[in-house]
């Protein structure tokens, strides 16, 4: 297995490829286009981009711009209508949490390929995720969505640090203007890569499986509803800076990854909290910037293992 990233020497430059080399440090605000010419669609992201690198990133390409804020809401903040990036189709992000409603199954093949087909989302175009910026949790939203279209087989996707926000505060345009969806024939397949379920955790639970069980939850959470056993703990709103909901930097990502203390190198990880966002953070720092391989979401978490419980118990009785 890979050594981890986080315990590799210095963090390497992230870079996307358009014809020529485009290098970026997480501090950077602007790329370096070596060779702009030709234009090509292929362009490869890292999985966080900032408002400056978006904007960098639409002269060489066109990203498909996901904004999963809801279509209209009373704060603009939180509302597509009232002002999104020029282009970006809005897909809000309950539309994805309606896939994991049943708290017994996962969602089929057919319902995932008929949120992908009905998003219009392509399999040949970037994909930028953009989230309403308004509190810490609205990364762990992007960071679900991110997740969920990995586990759909989409690979070249980027959540817009920063969210609308940071946009807005960057000079980036706004419209008020729909972006129509044009329906798309992708189909896909959920795979079980970095997707935990209740089995997977009972095995945990009953010591057949040597998997580590991350909780993502603040104290707080936790001290109203107790870890599952056995436990570590990786508070996702530590990850997560309260200025426009942004990733902290990197070196304090690894810091914070490394003391809580899993041996991620020889043993899989599997996170979550309440609902699944907050454990989607916590994968993301560590699955997609630490680039440890072996971490999976518990995508039902603890309000559906719940639920659950209740439906089981009332089925055995």
């Not at 979401?297 to 055995?316: D, E, F, G, M, P």
């Amino acid at each position: 297995m890979p050594t981890p990233h986080f315990l590799t020497a210095s963090i390497a430059a992230l870079t996307l490829m358009a014809g020529g080399v485009v290098a970026q440090t997480r501090d950077a605000a602007t790329f370096e286009i070596v060779q702009p010419e030709p234009v090509q669609q292929d362009v490869l992201i890292p999985p966080l981009l900032g408002p400056n690198d978006l904007k960098n990133l639409m002269q060489v390409a066109t990203p498909y711009i996901i904004d999963v804020r809801n279509a209209q809401a009373k704060a603009a903040l939180f509302s597509y209508g009232a002002g999104h990036i020029p282009g970006s189709v809005n897909v809000p992000y309950g539309q994805f949490r309606t896939l994991w409603n049943d708290p017994l199954s996962v969602p089929t093949d057919e319902e995932l390929t008929a949120l992908v087909q009905s998003a219009g989302i392509p399999n040949d175009r970037p994909i930028v995720i953009v989230h309403s910026s308004a509190a810490k949790g609205n990364f762990g939203s992007a960071a679900f969505v991110y997740w969920t279209l990995k586990s759909a087989g989409f690979g070249n996707m980027a959540i817009l640090n920063g969210g609308i926000t940071g946009w807005k505060d960057n000079g980036g345009d706004l419209s008020q203007t729909t972006t129509p969806i044009v329906p798309s024939s992708t189909r896909v397949a959920l795979s079980d890569e970095w997707l935990a379920t209740h089995e997977d955790v009972d095995a945990v639970l009953d010591g057949t499986s040597t998997a580590q069980l991350l909780d993502a939850r603040p104290l707080h959470q936790i001290m109203e509803s107790a870890s599952l056993d056995g436990s570590f703990t990786l508070n996702a709103h530590e990850l997560v800076s309260g200025a426009n909901a942004t990733a902290v930097s990197d070196e304090s990502i690894f810091m914070r990854i490394k003391q809580a203390d899993l041996d991620w190198e020889f043993n899989e990880v599997i996170t979550y909290c309440n609902n699944g966002a907050l454990a989607a953070v916590d994968w993301f720092m560590a699955s997609e910037i630490a680039e440890i391989p072996n971490v999976r979401i518990y995508a039902h978490s603890l309000n559906a293992r719940q639920r659950a419980q209740s439906l089981w118990n009332t089925v055995k009785n």
